[in-house]
Nanobody, 126 residues
């Protein structure tokens, strides 16, 4: 089972930018599709962005599209989420995730089995 550790969360002001990182160990990182999710208080966890294992396609939830970029550095076994133009409604605990099955592609309609990080809090003040 993979281990995922997020970093980069914090308190920012509306309009600011933030980059979240997630270090992944315990597997050949380049073979696995990765994703970012978030969970706001009182709401269900939702996907924010995903990137297929081969780097060919990225997916974004509509609310962050145009403001966010998911990326990966396979040499460093690390994935990133760059967010700009942050809004108070972006406040949530952000989780990174890696598919358990190698070479499986992301589908927003049917999530595969995932390994999760512990989460990092992002708070956006107005």
């Amino acid at each position: 089972q993979a281990q995922l550790v997020e970093s980069g969360g914090g308190l920012v002001q509306a309009g600011d930018s933030l980059r979240l990182s997630c270090a992944v160990s315990g597997r050949t990182f380049s073979r696995y599709t990765v994703a970012w999710f978030r969970q706001a208080p009182g709401k269900e966890r939702e996907y924010v962005a995903a990137l297929d294992w081969n780097g060919k396609r990225a997916y974004y939830q509509d609310s962050v599209k145009g403001r966010s970029t998911i990326s990966r550095d396979n040499a460093k076994n690390t994935m990133f989420l760059q967010m700009s133009g942050l809004k108070p409604e972006d406040t949530a605990v952000y989780y990174c995730a890696s598919y358990k099955n190698p070479f499986e592609l992301f589908s927003p309609l049917r999530l595969g089995s995932l390994d999760w990080g512990q989460g990092t809090q992002v708070t956006v003040s107005s």
